[in-house]
């Protein structure tokens, strides 16, 4: 069942998120389970059930929605609420429903006066207070339709400064507001304006009509411009890249016809990266996101068996220097795909946590629900040691594909241990991980199944990252749902963009939504996140769990109004290798075809249109740091605007490519100008840079 134990308080009676508690009678006292939602990206991991007798039970902090949720247990068993009768179907599975705080705010949309719960701002999250470079963002959400006008007081030697702050958008419930302020202040207190009233309500630390100021002690976010706020990045999955050296290839290679149906080794290699190094430079690029490059049985290498060694088949740690030595001679950073949330049970770790069973410091590190070894199958155990030691974690038995194992994995695979993550060791094991590629030279790291590990855990990681490291190592979590349920800018600086890719796909190629819905999306994650993480998520079209954007969109045109489009926007714009070229892929595996070196075969209007992007990118800083408004033109199009300092490049997309002409109103980013543009669109788009006295049409 799920129950709202009530809110969180702030200062000492203001209002925060929703506690809700989960539970339900989990039936096997070895097993673990997880609470699996929307803000768990609907996979288990990052909210545990602690066990109390034959119950399991957690709490979370919730803001008002829907949640559809499920039980679910460590062998990936579900299990439906059974004290909760709503219900709902997502993607073919049932998902039990939690209403949190909609009949409050649904109540108070309904009252005539502003009530002080539906006053949203919580200074310890940097969505709500954050810097970026010399800037403090400050924002606050009100129940909608109840104010006229927010001002900011800010307290500086002694007096209080009265600042207008901006209203960015307005969903069904919250009007949301936020002000971008230079000035240097540490206590700042609301006044709301009520609707019918001549009046400023202060709105303090403890709440609606409080005085009491709210200070400033810790104030997350950037305040230097690092390479990783709104880089350029290209992304290679490293066995399809290029083959440079064929004596290291695997001997069970595939030929490349043989790729889009199935999996196996291309012969990719480090060299090859470094041969093709220059076509990187000159496309431009600014980091290389590598996919697994550590010891492992799989052509993927998401089953690591080594964390600290480099794949023999993509060649040797010398091999790996001369490419972090040659990349940044051409300005160019590396970042590693690391894999915290399991391992290869060929790894020593587990090897030696199966020879030397429970009770040893090694069977700690993983999720085993069996006490010992002695009431496992015999069957199963010897086929496991099988898969182990005779055939090196290459091919799995027959055996170990149809029975249950005793230990937790990723998905069902047995290819795929998962790491207890509350355990020091494995702590300590990913701290040193890290550390080591950072000593070798490595710009940041992509966190693999970021979206379940606990907060937590990635936490630790993050802050190990920046401690050793330093503020301009990156680190970026994967994330395949909602981001706006993560705390990001506290467990991580980035995360891969699925919601936006989702989004993207619905209204440009599915056309699901419409331009007034996809704003309304943008804005919301534009809100739960602090600035600094907006302009560094990583925003892609295709990765190499996804289908290839062209195959997706099978126009050329809407390809590249989508790469125009994530190039424009606020965030980090990624290339899948190939997208560029017109590289076609389906589905796994076939999303990771060899690249295409033969540049008779190569897209070039295309490639030749994201040079152009990425020209933009670099030209323009207000399109990596710049401020942005979103605005819906009609259903069909929408116009992303990057300003700053009176200058702005404004974007302008219609998934209809007849030619049209649009107003673009520009007067509240140009300060003191009167500017309302007419802007002709070109096969659905165009970008142009504008300042008080001149216009250029840049695409």
């Not at 600014?286 to 697994?292: D, G, H, Q, S, V």
Request: charged fraction near 30%; proline fraction near 4%.
């Amino acid at each position: 069942m799920y129950k709202v134990l009530g809110r969180e308080i702030l200062g000492e009676k203001r209002l925060g998120r929703y506690l809700v508690e989960f539970s339900f009678k989990c039936p096997d006292e070895n097993k673990r389970y997880y609470l699996v939602s929307s803000f768990t990206a609907f996979f288990p991991g990052r909210v545990e059930m602690r066990r109390e007798d034959d119950s399991c039970k957690t709490v979370v902090l919730l803001r008002e929605g829907n949640y559809p949720y499920v039980f679910i247990d460590s062998a990936w068993n579900l299990y439906l609420d059974q004290d909760n009768q709503l219900i709902i179907e997502k993607d073919k599975t049932k998902y039990s429903l939690a209403r949190v705080g909609i009949d409050d705010v649904e109540k108070a949309l309904r009252e005539d006066s502003l009530l002080p719960e539906h006053v949203i701002h919580v200074e310890r999250d940097p969505a709500y207070l954050s810097r970026f470079l010399d800037q403090v963002i400050i924002r606050i959400k009100i129940i909608r339709n109840k104010i006229r006008k927010v001002y900011l007081g800010v307290l500086r030697d002694d007096r209080e400064i009265l600042y207008d702050m901006e209203h960015v958008y307005r969903d069904n419930f919250f009007d949301y507001y936020e002000i971008f302020l230079q000035e240097s202040f540490d206590k700042y207190i609301f006044y709301l304006n009520p609707r019918g009233e001549d009046k400023l309500v202060s709105f303090g630390r403890d709440g609606l009509y409080d005085a009491k100021y709210f200070e400033i002690t810790d104030l997350r976010g950037v305040d230097t411009p690092l390479w990783w706020l709104g880089a350029i990045y290209y992304q290679i999955f490293p066995d399809s890249f290029y083959n440079y050296d064929p004596s290291n290839d695997p001997p069970e290679k595939i030929s490349i016809d043989e790729i889009p149906r199935k999996r196996g080794y291309l012969g990719g290699d480090l060299r090859g990266i470094i041969e093709k190094i220059d076509y990187l430079r000159d496309l431009g690029i600014e980091a290389i996101y590598l996919t697994p490059i550590f010891k492992s049985p799989s052509y993927h290498r998401y089953d690591v068996v080594d964390y600290l060694s480099i794949d023999p088949y993509l060649g040797t740690i010398s091999d790996f220097l001369d490419l972090v030595r040659e990349a940044r001679e051409r300005d160019i950073r590396i970042i590693l795909d690391v894999v915290p949330n399991h391992v290869s049970p060929c790894s020593d770790f587990f090897k030696k946590a199966i020879e030397l069973g429970s009770g040893s410091d090694y069977w700690e590190m993983f999720r085993f629900y069996v006490k010992d070894l002695g009431s496992v199958d015999q069957d199963i155990l010897e086929a496991l040691k099988e898969y182990i030691y005779k055939n090196s974690c290459r091919k799995i038995p027959e055996k170990l594909q149809v029975e249950k194992l005793f230990f937790e994995r990723f998905y069902k695979t047995p290819a795929m241990a998962r790491w207890d993550h509350d355990n020091t060791k494995v702590t300590n094991l990913f701290r040193e991980i890290l550390r080591k590629w950072i000593d070798r030279g490595v710009d940041g790291f992509r966190i693999d199944v970021g979206h379940g590990l606990p907060d937590e855990f990635l936490e630790k990681m993050y802050l190990e990252t920046k401690t050793y490291g330093g503020l301009s190592k990156v680190f970026i979590i994967e994330l395949t749902g909602d981001s706006t349920h993560y705390p990001l800018g506290v467990i991580s600086d980035s995360a891969m963009n699925y919601r936006l890719y989702w989004d993207t796909l619905d209204f440009f190629v599915y056309r699901n939504i419409d331009a007034y819905d996809f704003v309304a999306k943008l804005y919301e994650q534009y809100f739960y996140h602090p600035y600094h993480v907006i302009v560094s998520m990583y925003n892609f079209a295709s990765t190499h769990d996804t289908p290839r954007i062209i195959t997706l969109a099978r126009d050329i045109e809407t390809v590249k109004n989508i790469y125009a489009f994530i190039f424009i926007a606020p965030g980090s714009p990624a290339i899948y290798y190939g997208d560029e070229i017109g590289l076609e892929g389906g589905s796994d595996p076939d999303n990771r075809r060899y690249m295409i070196w033969d540049e008779n075969k190569w897209n070039k209007d295309l490639r030749n249109y994201i040079k152009k992007l990425i020209e933009l990118r670099k030209r323009y800083s207000i399109l990596r740091i710049g401020r942005v408004k979103y605005v819906a033109l009609d259903r069909d199009s929408v116009a992303v605007i990057r300003y700053i300092e009176n200058r702005a490049v404004a974007g302008i997309f219609s998934r209809n490519i007849a030619k049209r002409t649009y107003q673009l109103d520009l007067r509240s980013m140009l300060r003191g100008s009167s500017k309302k543009l007419f802007v002709e669109l070109d096969r659905g788009r165009r970008v142009i840079y504008l300042d008080r006295k001149h216009l250029y049409q840049l695409i």
